[in-house]
Every structure is written in structure tokens, then in C-alpha cells.
């Protein structure tokens, strides 16, 4: 079935450990995404791409990087977890410049990452 | 800076009964695209509705319907028939592109805990 695959599904992480969430989409989608979900914040933007090779900052990106060396791929890597980076991350892909403007996000299972 | 409010962290209705979650928005653009995601107890991410700016006429989907108003900047999402797998958090969401880049914003969420 087409979509996004996140991996993994949930993890635990020793604070100041470094750790890499994989989300992989298979629609083509020039557009990716990462969110962390939060209680009481809703889905906050972590890291965008546009396209493969190109990457932005969201509205929460400190502590986060990304990469998007293709189409397909867009991991997001914590170089020194800490507690309050504990949270249920999202990826979504879109497809705007390539269809209709009205193209909504297709989103991963999300990882529940927790710090300890 | 474009933003959107969920004004109700948590409602509750009867079974078989109509709900409005509602949702207000803030930006300068005219060119847009209004999105309501519900997200179950099994974390997914499900697109509900969707809403162009410039359609004046409001988007229907079965049960799921919407009221936007756009000199009031708001996209209320009216759930007809309540039933018991309406239980979620509802998403309000707001799309638009700026210099090329296509950038989602998010409310808090509104908890719907349908009763029987």
C-alpha cells in the first residue's frame, strides 16, 4: 500500500545519546515534512523540504537536522537527545508543485520517542 | 505570521447528535486552503475535509461539513449523525505557499469524545 513509513515505531533514549528517525514515502511527493506532537500544542513543525536537495527550518527546529538526498528519504536526527525532546514525531509528504494547490499531507504512523 | 486558534480543547456529544468544533484563523493572504484532520486513538493522521479559499460554496463530505467564513477568517467543522468512531482529536489546518514554499500550520487540537 502506498504511503509513509515510519520507523521505528517507538523508542526510548538515554539523554545525550544521538538517534536518527527514518520516514521513507513512496508517492513521489516533491514535499516532506517532520512534526513533533505535543498534548495542549498540537503539531508543531520541526524541518521541511521542497524538493530533494533543499531543506528549511520549521517553527521548533533547534536541536533537530535533516537531510533529503532523494525523493523518497527524509530522516531526522537528534545529535544529543534531551528530555524535552520527548514526543510523538510525524512526517507528512505533499505534493503541491506537482498537482493541484489544494494537495492535502499524507502523514506517517509516528515514532513515540521517549528521553530519559 | 499565519496562526490558528481551536478555542475548545474538549467537547462531547451524544450519539446520533450534531457537533461544530470550530476554528478561526489569521493571515494576509487571499490564496489558501483550509484543512480539517482527524487524528483516532490509534494516532493516525485522516483527512477529513478540505476547503479552497476562493470557493465560496462550503465542503461537504457525507456527515462531515464545514462553515467558512472567510472575512471572519473561520472554518467551523460541523459533524451530522455523531457516531461513536468519531472519537478523536480534530485538527484544524491552514495551507498556503509563500516564495515557493508551502508551509502547514496547525491548531491545538480539539478533543471529540462521542457518548452513547
Known amino acids: 500500500t502506498a504511503g509513509i513509513t515510519q520507523a521505528p515505531t517507538s523508542q526510548i533514549l538515554a539523554a545525550g545519546r544521538s538517534m536518527t528517525l527514518r520516514c521513507t514515502q513512496d508517492?513521489?511527493?516533491?514535499?516532506m515534512y517532520w512534526y513533533r506532537q505535543d498534548l495542549g500544542l498540537g503539531l508543531r513543525l520541526i524541518h521541511y523540504s521542497n524538493t530533494a536537495g533543499t531543506t528549511g527550518k520549521g517553527e521548533v527546529p533547534d536541536g533537530y537536522s535533516v537531510s533529503r538526498a532523494n525523493t523518497d528519504d527524509f530522516p531526522l536526527t537528534l545529535a544529543s537527545a534531551v528530555p524535552s525532546q520527548t514526543s510523538v514525531y510525524f512526517c507528512?509528504?505533499?505534493?503541491?508543485?506537482?498537482?493541484?494547490?489544494?494537495?492535502?499531507?499524507?502523514f506517517g504512523d509516528g515514532t513515540r520517542l521517549s528521553i530519559l | 505570521a499565519q496562526t490558528v486558534t481551536q478555542s475548545q480543547p474538549e467537547m462531547s456529544v451524544q450519539e446520533a447528535e450534531t457537533v461544530t468544533l470550530s476554528c478561526t484563523y489569521d493571515t494576509s493572504e487571499n490564496n489558501y486552503y483550509l484543512f480539517w484532520y482527524k487524528q483516532p486513538p490509534s494516532r493516525q493522521m485522516i483527512l477529513v475535509i478540505r476547503?479552497?479559499?476562493?470557493?465560496?460554496q462550503n465542503a461537504t463530505e457525507n456527515r462531515f461539513s464545514v462553515n467558512f467564513q472567510k472575512a471572519a477568517k473561520s472554518f467551523s467543522l460541523k459533524i451530522s449523525d455523531s457516531q461513536l468512531g468519531d472519537t478523536a482529536m480534530y485538527f484544524c489546518?491552514?495551507?498556503?505557499?509563500?516564495?515557493?514554499?508551502?508551509?502547514?500550520?496547525f491548531g491545538t487540537g480539539t478533543r471529540l469524545k462521542v457518548l452513547a
Open positions: 508517492m513521489r511527493h516533491n514535499a
Open positions: 507528512a509528504s505533499s505534493d503541491p508543485a506537482g498537482g493541484s494547490f489544494d494537495q492535502p499531507q499524507h
Open positions: 489546518a491552514f495551507m498556503s505557499s509563500t516564495s515557493g514554499t508551502y508551509k502547514y500550520i
Open positions: 476547503q479552497e479559499a476562493y470557493k465560496q
